[in-house]
C-alpha cells in the first residue's frame, strides 16, 4: 500500500513521494486519536491503511503500523497459513502478480525498508548518542 509522507523529516529523507509499506492485518489507529496527543508527529499516511509511520517529538519512540522488515515472501506464508487454518482473510492488495496466490511475489518496498534503517541508526542513534571517549 503506498504512502506518503506528512512532515519533512529526517528519517524519511531520500523518501519518494509516495512509497509502499506491506501491511499484514487490518488495525485501527485513528489520526484524530493521535493528534490529540500533542507529543506525537504523524510522519506518513496511506489513503487505505491511514496513518502509517508515527514519532515522539524527542525522536525516542518510532511507531509504525506495517512492515517494511518483511521479506518477499512472509505476507504469503501468513496468508496460506491463515487460508490453511479455514480462516475468511481477504487476500492482500498489490501482493501477488495479477492477484494470483499461484504467481510468486515479488518485493517492491526493499529499497525503502533499508532506506528508513539506514535513516534511523544515522539520524536517530549514530548522531543523537553522546560517545565520551576517556
Known amino acids: 500500500m503506498n504512502h506518503r509522507c506528512t512532515e519533512a523529516e529526517p528519517l524519511l529523507r531520500g523518501f519518494d513521494d509516495t512509497f509502499p509499506i506491506p501491511q499484514s492485518r487490518h488495525t485501527t489507529l485513528l489520526k484524530e ?25 524527542d525522536n525516542r519512540e ?3 503500523t506495517g512492515h517494511l522488515e518483511y521479506d518477499t ?23 501477488f502478480p495479477l492477484n494470483n496466490v499461484n504467481r510468486m511475489p515479488t518485493s517492491y518496498w526493499r529499497s525503502t525498508a533499508h532506506l528508513f534503517y539506514s535513516n534511523w541508526l544515522n539520524y536517530y542513534v549514530y548522531q543523537a548518542t553522546p560517545y565520551n571517549f576517556i
Open 33 to 57: 486519536d493521535v493528534l490529540k496527543n500533542p507529543n506525537l508527529t504523524i510522519l506518513a499516511e496511506g489513503a487505505e491503511a491511514g496513518v502509517s509511520i508515527i514519532k515522539s517529538n
Open 73 to 95: 515472501e512472509t505476507l504469503a506464508g501468513e496468508y496460506y497459513r491463515d487460508i490453511e487454518k479455514g480462516m475468511d482473510v481477504p487476500l492482500p492488495k498489490n501482493y
Open 62 to 64: 518510532i511507531f509504525m
